[in-house]
T-cell receptor, first 113, second 111 residues
Framework: GAVVSQHPSWVICKSGTSVKIECRSLDFQATTMFWYRQFPKQSLMLMATSNEGSKATYEQGVEKDKFLINHASLTLSTLTVTSAHPEDSSFYIC?????????FGDGTRLSIL | QKEVEQNSGPLSVPEGAIASLNCTYSDRGSQSFFWYRQYSGKSPELIMFIYSNGDKEDGRFTAQLNKASQYVSLLIRDSQPSDSATYLCAVNMRVGYALNFGKGTSLLVTP
Protein backbone atom coordinates (compact mmCIF):
# COMPACT_ATOMS: atom_id res chain seq x y z
CA GLY A 1 0.00 0.00 0.00
CA ALA A 2 0.86 3.66 -0.15
CA VAL A 3 3.58 4.72 2.25
CA VAL A 4 4.13 8.19 3.60
CA SER A 5 7.32 8.72 5.56
CA GLN A 6 7.80 11.53 8.04
CA HIS A 7 11.01 12.59 9.73
CA PRO A 8 12.00 13.20 12.46
CA SER A 9 9.58 11.38 14.72
CA TRP A 10 10.51 13.33 17.83
CA VAL A 11 12.13 16.73 18.37
CA ILE A 12 12.98 18.45 21.63
CA CYS A 13 14.56 21.87 21.34
CA LYS A 14 14.90 25.23 23.01
CA SER A 15 12.55 28.13 22.50
CA GLY A 16 13.57 30.26 19.52
CA THR A 17 14.89 27.36 17.49
CA SER A 18 13.64 26.61 13.98
CA VAL A 19 12.64 23.02 13.26
CA LYS A 20 12.23 21.35 9.87
CA ILE A 21 9.95 18.36 9.38
CA GLU A 22 10.05 16.29 6.20
CA CYS A 23 7.19 14.38 4.60
CA ARG A 24 7.91 11.96 1.76
CA SER A 25 5.71 9.84 -0.41
CA LEU A 26 7.79 6.70 -0.89
CA ASP A 27 6.01 4.81 -3.66
CA PHE A 28 3.92 7.42 -5.43
CA GLN A 29 4.03 11.02 -6.55
CA ALA A 30 1.94 13.60 -4.71
CA THR A 31 1.24 17.02 -6.16
CA THR A 32 -0.64 17.83 -2.97
CA MET A 33 0.20 17.01 0.62
CA PHE A 34 -1.53 18.14 3.77
CA TRP A 35 -0.15 19.20 7.12
CA TYR A 36 -2.19 18.68 10.28
CA ARG A 37 -1.57 19.50 13.92
CA GLN A 38 -2.97 17.61 16.89
CA PHE A 39 -2.91 18.87 20.46
CA PRO A 40 -3.37 16.41 23.35
CA LYS A 41 -6.83 14.85 23.45
CA GLN A 42 -7.90 16.94 20.45
CA SER A 43 -8.58 15.92 16.89
CA LEU A 44 -6.46 16.64 13.86
CA MET A 45 -6.72 20.18 12.58
CA LEU A 46 -5.67 21.07 9.06
CA MET A 47 -2.89 23.64 9.03
CA ALA A 48 -2.11 23.96 5.35
CA THR A 49 -2.21 22.39 1.93
CA SER A 50 1.18 21.93 0.32
CA ASN A 51 1.20 22.24 -3.48
CA GLU A 52 4.11 21.06 -5.58
CA GLY A 53 5.69 23.94 -7.43
CA SER A 54 3.48 26.63 -5.95
CA LYS A 55 2.69 28.38 -2.69
CA ALA A 56 1.03 26.54 0.13
CA THR A 57 -2.53 27.35 1.15
CA TYR A 58 -2.89 28.06 4.85
CA GLU A 59 -5.98 27.65 7.00
CA GLN A 60 -7.40 30.62 8.83
CA GLY A 61 -5.43 31.41 11.94
CA VAL A 62 -2.25 29.64 10.82
CA GLU A 63 0.67 32.05 10.43
CA LYS A 64 2.32 31.43 7.09
CA ASP A 65 5.50 33.25 8.16
CA LYS A 66 5.83 31.00 11.17
CA PHE A 67 5.01 27.70 9.48
CA LEU A 68 6.97 27.67 6.24
CA ILE A 69 6.01 25.01 3.74
CA ASN A 70 8.10 23.97 0.75
CA HIS A 71 6.92 21.35 -1.73
CA ALA A 72 9.92 21.27 -4.01
CA SER A 73 9.36 17.88 -5.62
CA LEU A 74 6.56 15.41 -6.26
CA THR A 75 7.67 13.27 -3.33
CA LEU A 76 8.77 15.75 -0.68
CA SER A 77 7.11 18.47 1.36
CA THR A 78 8.78 20.19 4.29
CA LEU A 79 7.28 22.14 7.18
CA THR A 80 9.59 24.51 9.04
CA VAL A 81 8.45 25.87 12.37
CA THR A 82 10.38 29.10 12.70
CA SER A 83 11.37 30.57 16.06
CA ALA A 84 9.40 27.90 17.86
CA HIS A 85 7.88 28.62 21.25
CA PRO A 86 6.36 26.32 23.89
CA GLU A 87 2.85 26.90 22.52
CA ASP A 88 3.99 25.34 19.24
CA SER A 89 4.56 22.04 21.04
CA SER A 90 2.24 19.57 19.35
CA PHE A 91 1.99 16.47 17.18
CA TYR A 92 2.47 17.39 13.52
CA ILE A 93 1.25 14.92 10.89
CA CYS A 94 1.39 15.00 7.12
CA UNK A 95 -0.76 13.12 4.65
CA UNK A 96 -0.76 12.37 0.95
CA UNK A 97 -2.75 10.28 -1.46
CA UNK A 98 -1.82 8.31 -4.60
CA UNK A 99 -5.49 8.65 -5.55
CA UNK A 100 -8.13 7.58 -3.09
CA UNK A 101 -7.95 7.92 0.69
CA UNK A 102 -5.27 9.94 2.42
CA UNK A 103 -2.41 8.08 4.05
CA PHE A 104 -0.64 9.59 7.02
CA GLY A 105 2.98 9.78 8.00
CA ASP A 106 3.96 8.55 11.45
CA GLY A 107 3.89 12.10 12.80
CA THR A 108 6.44 14.33 14.50
CA ARG A 109 6.13 15.09 18.16
CA LEU A 110 7.56 18.55 18.75
CA SER A 111 8.42 19.67 22.26
CA ILE A 112 9.70 23.20 22.79
CA LEU A 113 11.35 23.89 26.13
CA GLN B 1 -18.46 26.06 10.22
CA LYS B 2 -18.46 22.55 8.75
CA GLU B 3 -18.87 20.14 11.63
CA VAL B 4 -18.13 16.47 12.08
CA GLU B 5 -19.58 15.22 15.34
CA GLN B 6 -18.72 12.13 17.31
CA ASN B 7 -19.47 10.99 20.81
CA SER B 8 -16.17 11.17 22.65
CA GLY B 9 -16.90 8.10 24.76
CA PRO B 10 -15.33 6.10 26.15
CA LEU B 11 -17.36 3.32 24.62
CA SER B 12 -16.74 0.13 26.53
CA VAL B 13 -17.64 -3.27 25.05
CA PRO B 14 -16.70 -6.79 26.12
CA GLU B 15 -14.42 -8.89 23.99
CA GLY B 16 -16.34 -10.62 21.20
CA ALA B 17 -19.16 -8.08 21.14
CA ILE B 18 -20.10 -5.66 18.39
CA ALA B 19 -18.88 -2.09 18.79
CA SER B 20 -20.96 0.59 17.09
CA LEU B 21 -19.41 3.97 16.42
CA ASN B 22 -21.40 6.88 15.06
CA CYS B 23 -20.68 10.13 13.27
CA THR B 24 -22.76 12.97 11.89
CA TYR B 25 -21.66 15.72 9.54
CA SER B 26 -23.12 19.10 8.69
CA ASP B 27 -21.96 19.72 5.12
CA ARG B 28 -24.40 18.15 2.68
CA GLY B 29 -21.82 18.54 -0.07
CA SER B 30 -19.54 15.97 1.56
CA GLN B 31 -18.81 13.12 -0.81
CA SER B 32 -16.20 10.92 0.83
CA PHE B 33 -16.24 9.40 4.29
CA PHE B 34 -13.46 7.71 6.21
CA TRP B 35 -12.81 5.94 9.45
CA TYR B 36 -9.33 6.08 10.92
CA ARG B 37 -8.02 4.30 14.00
CA GLN B 38 -5.52 6.12 16.19
CA TYR B 39 -3.60 4.50 18.99
CA SER B 40 -2.26 6.78 21.71
CA GLY B 41 0.80 8.65 20.51
CA LYS B 42 0.52 7.32 16.96
CA SER B 43 -0.74 8.73 13.70
CA PRO B 44 -4.13 7.74 12.22
CA GLU B 45 -4.44 4.49 10.32
CA LEU B 46 -7.11 4.08 7.63
CA ILE B 47 -9.72 1.46 8.53
CA MET B 48 -12.55 2.00 6.06
CA PHE B 49 -13.78 4.43 3.46
CA ILE B 50 -17.20 4.72 1.87
CA TYR B 51 -18.53 6.93 -0.88
CA SER B 52 -22.05 5.63 -1.58
CA ASN B 53 -25.14 5.15 0.54
CA GLY B 54 -25.46 1.75 2.12
CA ASP B 55 -23.10 -0.70 3.76
CA LYS B 56 -19.53 -1.63 2.97
CA GLU B 57 -17.91 -4.59 4.65
CA ASP B 58 -14.24 -5.45 5.06
CA GLY B 59 -13.47 -8.31 7.38
CA ARG B 60 -14.74 -7.50 10.86
CA PHE B 61 -15.52 -3.91 9.89
CA THR B 62 -18.67 -2.52 8.30
CA ALA B 63 -19.12 1.12 7.35
CA GLN B 64 -22.63 2.44 6.87
CA LEU B 65 -23.53 5.69 5.12
CA ASN B 66 -26.84 7.54 4.99
CA LYS B 67 -26.40 10.82 3.13
CA ALA B 68 -30.02 11.86 3.63
CA SER B 69 -29.53 11.72 7.38
CA GLN B 70 -25.92 12.91 7.14
CA TYR B 71 -24.85 9.96 9.18
CA VAL B 72 -21.99 7.49 8.92
CA SER B 73 -21.22 4.63 11.27
CA LEU B 74 -18.63 1.94 11.84
CA LEU B 75 -19.43 -1.50 13.20
CA ILE B 76 -16.69 -3.70 14.57
CA ARG B 77 -17.69 -7.34 14.95
CA ASP B 78 -15.99 -9.76 17.33
CA SER B 79 -14.23 -6.87 19.08
CA GLN B 80 -10.75 -7.62 20.38
CA PRO B 81 -8.72 -5.84 23.07
CA SER B 82 -6.35 -4.76 20.30
CA ASP B 83 -9.23 -2.74 18.82
CA SER B 84 -9.04 -0.44 21.84
CA ALA B 85 -8.14 2.95 20.35
CA THR B 86 -9.65 6.25 19.29
CA TYR B 87 -11.68 6.08 16.11
CA LEU B 88 -11.74 9.21 14.00
CA CYS B 89 -14.48 9.96 11.51
CA ALA B 90 -13.37 12.16 8.62
CA VAL B 91 -15.14 13.62 5.61
CA ASN B 92 -14.18 15.63 2.58
CA MET B 93 -15.79 17.20 -0.44
CA ARG B 94 -13.91 15.05 -2.92
CA VAL B 95 -11.28 12.36 -2.80
CA GLY B 96 -7.91 14.08 -2.69
CA TYR B 97 -9.18 17.06 -0.74
CA ALA B 98 -8.19 17.77 2.85
CA LEU B 99 -10.03 15.89 5.56
CA ASN B 100 -12.31 17.38 8.17
CA PHE B 101 -12.06 15.27 11.31
CA GLY B 102 -14.38 14.64 14.20
CA LYS B 103 -12.92 14.64 17.69
CA GLY B 104 -12.92 10.87 17.82
CA THR B 105 -14.56 8.18 19.92
CA SER B 106 -12.48 6.29 22.43
CA LEU B 107 -13.21 2.55 22.32
CA LEU B 108 -12.24 0.19 25.12
CA VAL B 109 -12.62 -3.54 24.57
CA THR B 110 -12.44 -5.41 27.86
CA PRO B 111 -11.22 -9.03 28.06
Amino acid sequence: GAVVSQHPSWVICKSGTSVKIECRSLDFQATTMFWYRQFPKQSLMLMATSNEGSKATYEQGVEKDKFLINHASLTLSTLTVTSAHPEDSSFYICSASPGGPQHFGDGTRLSIL
Amino acid sequence: QKEVEQNSGPLSVPEGAIASLNCTYSDRGSQSFFWYRQYSGKSPELIMFIYSNGDKEDGRFTAQLNKASQYVSLLIRDSQPSDSATYLCAVNMRVGYALNFGKGTSLLVTP
